[in-house]
């Protein structure tokens, strides 16, 4: 059982370009959320997806946005890229009604790095 | 203001050591609270989970306890290994909102 999948692992980029980031959750799993991760910081929360839709959204400008396709994985796009948005990016999958809330599986990461 | 503060930021023990982090919130209500670890460019991984009438739970040499009155948690690592040296994130939700602390860097050296 494969755990949450990110790709790229790695990623260059320059000033201004768009990048796609992509997420398959855990098997079973419903609910993709994506986080961006500071060096040295926590997690922030940018979105989560349920059913196809962006259910809930942290404080993140509207040049992030997602898609969740119907097998349940999801992309994250982010535009007109800003030296500041060099981070690692997290997906984590959940499975919604599940006992405990909230119990998210994270991936590996996507390591940008914005020039 | 984070509503959930972990301290210390960073720390550094000897090899074969005993650690305790801390986790303090102020989230409310209160659904349940996570332990992740955290290698460095890698995603976090479950470490504890403990809801409102749990006050500890143990994952081999991790322990973690919660007193859920005074909003504290705290993970206590016994007989350090080199391979803890991570960051240690904890994570409280309040029913769909989840809130981050800024994580507690540990180093263990030899």
């Known amino acids: 059982d494969a755990g949450v999948t990110q790709s790229p692992t790695h990623l260059i980029k320059t000033r201004g370009q768009q990048v796609t980031l992509r997420c398959s959750p855990k098997?079973?799993?419903?609910?993709v959320s994506w986080y961006q991760q500071a060096l040295g910081q926590g997690p922030q929360f940018i979105f989560q997806y349920y059913e196809e839709e962006e259910r809930q959204r942290g404080n993140f400008p509207d040049r992030f946005s997602g898609h969740q396709f119907p097998n349940y994985s999801s992309e994250l796009n982010v535009n007109a890229l800003l030296l500041g948005d060099s981070a690692l990016y997290l997906c984590?999958?959940?499975?919604?009604?599940?006992?405990?809330?909230?119990?998210?599986?994270f991936g590996a990461g996507t390591r940008l790095s914005v020039l | 203001k984070n509503q959930v503060e972990q301290s210390p930021q960073s720390l550094i023990i000897l090899e074969g050591k005993n650690c305790t982090l801390q986790c303090n919130y102020t989230v409310s209500p209160f659904s349940n609270l996570r332990w992740y670890k955290q290698d460095t460019g890698r995603g976090p991984v479950s470490l504890t989970i403990?809801?409102?009438?749990?006050n500890t739970k143990s994952n081999g040499r991790y322990t973690a306890t919660l007193d859920a009155d005074t909003k504290q948690s705290s993970l206590h690592i016994t007989a350090s290994q080199l391979s803890d040296s991570a960051s240690y994130i904890c994570?409280?939700?309040?029913?769909?909102?989840?809130?981050f602390g800024a994580g507690t860097r540990l180093t263990v050296k030899p």
């Open positions: 994570v409280v939700s309040a029913f769909d909102d989840m809130r």
């Open positions: 403990m809801t409102f009438s749990e």
């Open positions: 984590a999958s959940s499975r919604t009604g599940a006992v405990i809330r909230n119990i998210q599986y």
């Open positions: 098997s079973g799993h419903d609910t």
